[in-house]
């Protein structure tokens, strides 16, 4: 920990080991309970001072109570466990490490070892001191950290007794962090020191975590179905998964996936995160056909499947790309979790020295987007979609996503102007650097249909919404840049999440149609340098249209 906190003087440790043996109350044994057998006629008090205690006590108990405190704190921020050894061995000890009602001693030390959680930035409200139990933050961090550093393979099995506390302690450190950067001074190339950042980029890349995500991230069964005659089984028999435990999926979005096709795991991984991705069920009207539930909060399953297809085709195109195009895709991949934090809630006060005129940017729309989408041939997504018409077909072995290659588009780019006044009824534009929502054709203005959802949101912050056109990434535009087919319009808003999510929802026109609809969420917040990634789906949404994930990062 001495490169995250203040060290202490080479004899603090020392010195609380060497003198609790001459504490007052202290026999050299340990009674019932861990505590010693020696008795006292008064109750220690928390006020340590040299007027408590006879002369024989030790010299640190004969400290003022201040100096006792930071004694225990820079300890127990090296090595919490000898805080825990001396209160067993020392009756008077242990009443000044448990009995503070205030859990002062505990909140130092926390804060000498992890972000402190009253300034994170993921909340909208700061945390207030008295509503943290700082005891038990230090007390699980630690044994989850043991877990993470020192168990072996053959212990791993018995972490299925403790999942919902590590899933819940890691969720916990990651909500704790502060801010990337103000909304001011933003660079999404920026990286900033958090304590927190280190021991998740550690411990979410141990092989205790993969195991957690591989073993027990589902519970499969398989449904009872009557084979087929002149069939040995039904090819419509499918496993069914349910999540154990979702936080976990949420944890798996804060790192860049590793995949090895060679391993039989892997290959089984990734064939299910297609199925979630491309099967059409879990895209529908109930969820604005987006990573979403019913009550307008995000889908952490379907966003970590999304964002494990896209970021495993990434890797895969850098690996074998010749032009080096692609290499825009390496940023948003790297830093670790660093790449998931935030701006936050601190400062949601529009900018003073934003002109009147001028629409509040919160999210960083406005700029240059990279990205990319995937997307299956569609007389396989009929197979995934609709296998009772392939076996009408005559088609009788079922699609195997292990070892299916997605097709993965082009590096677009994305040009987006925020609008200076959103209405309800915008106009198609032909260029980025206009600044309004409407412009005139040979055949005048189109009008185009606002942007809605029936799923609710929060009104922390105003909707954002936006223009722009979509372009191929070497500078070769899919549609003439002036004409409206490559016209882009969205809207930027926050999740009924708490804490909110940013949701990015953009519409696609091509030859004077709406084509493609896209619903996202950009994974750790609004000016997060990993991007958003959600579902493409048919604006229209006609009967058998396709879906895939797309996924855009700030360049």
Known sequence: MSDLSESPSPSTSQL??????????????????????ASRSTTPSMHLSPMTFPQSQSSL???PSEIIQRVLVLS?????????????????????VYGDSDQALWRDIHDMIYDNPRVAGTYPDQRKTDEIDWRKKIQDREFVGRMFREWDEDKFPEVARHLDLVLETLLDMYLD??????YENSDPHA???????????????????????????LAETKQVLRPLPGQVGNPNRRTDRRVMNPILSRLHCLMPPEYDDATVEDREWRGYVREVVYNGKNFQERNDWGPFREDGKVDWTLVDA???VMMSNAKEVLESEDDGSWREAIHPMSFGVEAVRGWGYEHLQRPADLPEGEVWDWAGVQGLW?????????????SLNEPRLILLRGRITSLDLTRYHEAVGDLMRLNLVVDKQPTTTPTATTSSSDTSTSTSTSSGSTKLRPIETALPTLDLLPPIHFHGDSVQHHGAST????????FVRGVVRLTADNPPQVRWTLVIRYGNEDRWRLECVQVGGRGSKRGFFGIWTDALKEEHSPNGPIWYWKA
């Open 61 to 63: 108990l004969r400290a």
């Open 479 to 486: 549609y003439p840049l002036q004409t409206p087919m490559s």
């Open 370 to 382: 990279c990205g990319s989408y995937a997307f299956l041939d569609y007389a396989d997504w009929v």
């Open 177 to 182: 962090l502060p801010a990337s950067v103000s």
């Open 76 to 96: 127990g921020s090296q090595c919490i466990t000898t805080v825990a050894r001396m209160a067993r061995s020392c009756r008077d000890l242990k009443q000044y």
């Open 191 to 217: 990286t900033h020191d958090s304590r927190n950042v280190h021991f998740l980029n550690s411990y979410l890349r141990t092989p205790l975590f993969a195991y957690i995500y591989h073993h027990l991230r």
């Open 16 to 37: 609380l080991s060497s003198e609790v043996t001459s504490c007052s109350s202290y026999k050299g044994g340990l009674g019932q309970g861990g505590e010693n057998t």
């Open 306 to 308: 999304i964002s494990s």
